[in-house]
């Protein structure tokens, strides 16, 4: 019976294209010399050359797959059904999902390799699971050394980031006269902007509202010459100018006297808060520590300009004009921080 299985299973594989038992090429040449041997139907010595090639061991896993399949096929083509039972049991130890395709392998040598997988059903699901976990294992150690590789470019690149900042000194001095300047001049000074956008605001109101009542106050007066007589002179008579609000407009002589006069106490009492909060805030000098990227030095560069970056220190300057006007003359005040 075996015989006949035998003779089946040769004269299929005889006329079986040599290209269709042909798989990729491994890394040891004996694998691709057996396999040849194996497909001009050389079985007996496919089945020597094999043992002893796995004997001398030495062989990736994918090559110890390929021969013990050549060696399986071939002794059960010779009808040596225990060997090709060995060759093919520690196949499927190897790779336990390990199947012949049914378009290349006769049939009987399909049926014979499933009979082994069905006897040993429990030991290649154990197998496939000590397979799967060092499969978990493995992936587990690539993902930790990609991270360990990412870890270790971000600390590459921080450093090289680190090493091209300096440290900028910047050592600002303040004029303590700036401090009793108006319109907020002293907190605008200590950078406190959004405080000195509400002192220059107010003051700025203010200030407009005492001008403008001013000049309204001084609208309401007339002017009138008066003649005297009986007064010592070459004409024997006198005449005087006057000044004055008519009893008319007294209700609005009082409402722009009382709005001047209030308008410059307000102006006069937020530009001494104003003041006395520049002088309780302020310091002769601020020293800020900042760090800038620098473009890697070139060789020209003298070592202590890379070294010892020079603090920079802004100054105050105020400026004074004087301008005409067409009832006289302004002041015109300009500070630079």
């Known amino acids: 019976m075996n015989r006949g299985l035998a003779l089946i299973s040769l004269w299929l594989v005889l006329w079986t294209p040599a290209a269709s038992l042909a798989q990729e090429d491994t890394g040891d040449p004996e694998v691709t010399a057996l396999r040849a041997s194996f497909e001009y139907g050389k079985y007996a010595e496919v089945l020597d050359r094999a043992g002893a090639r796995i004997d001398r061991g030495g062989l990736g896993e994918d090559e110890l797959v390929e021969l013990h399949k050549l060696a399986g096929l071939a002794a059960f083509n010779l009808g040596r059904t225990e060997e090709a039972s060995r ?28 009979g082994i997988k069905d006897d040993m059903t429990n030991e290649l699901e154990f197998l496939r699971q000590e397979r799967r976990l060092r499969q978990e294992r493995e992936k587990a150690e690539t993902e ?20 091209s900042q300096v440290n900028v000194r910047t050592v600002e001095k303040r ?22 956008i509400v002192f220059a605001a107010t003051e700025g109101v203010l200030a ?25 002179d070459d004409d024997g008579r006198a005449s005087i100018t006057i000044r004055f609000i008519p009893t008319s407009r007294e209700r609005q002589r009082d409402t722009w006297q009382l709005l001047k006069l209030a308008s410059a106490a307000g102006f006069y009492t937020i530009y001494a808060l104003g003041v006395v909060d520049a002088l309780y805030h302020h310091e ?41 006007t067409s009832g006289g003359g302004g002041v015109a005040l300009s500070l630079t921080f």
């Open 284 to 324: 002769d000098q601020v020293v800020r520590t900042t760090v800038e990227t620098r473009e890697p030095p070139s060789r020209d560069t003298p070592r202590s300009q890379v070294l010892t970056p020079r603090a920079t220190a802004p100054r105050t300057t105020a400026r004074v004009g004087v301008y005409p």
């Open 87 to 114: 060759h093919l049991r520690a196949l499927l130890r190897l790779d336990p999902d390990f199947s012949l395709d049914p378009f290349v392998v006769p049939p009987p040598a399909v049926a014979f390799l499933e």
């Open 175 to 196: 004029n303590f006269l700036v401090n009793f300047v108006p319109f907020g001049a002293g907190q605008f000074q200590q950078g406190r902007n959004s405080l000195g």
């Open 208 to 232: 407009v509202t005492s001008i403008i009542s001013y000049f309204a106050y001084e609208s309401l007066f007339e002017e009138r010459t008066l003649e005297l007589d009986n007064v010592l």
């Open 144 to 163: 930790r050394r990609e991270r360990e590789r990412v870890e270790a470019e971000v600390l590459r690149r921080r450093a090289e980031e680190l090493a």
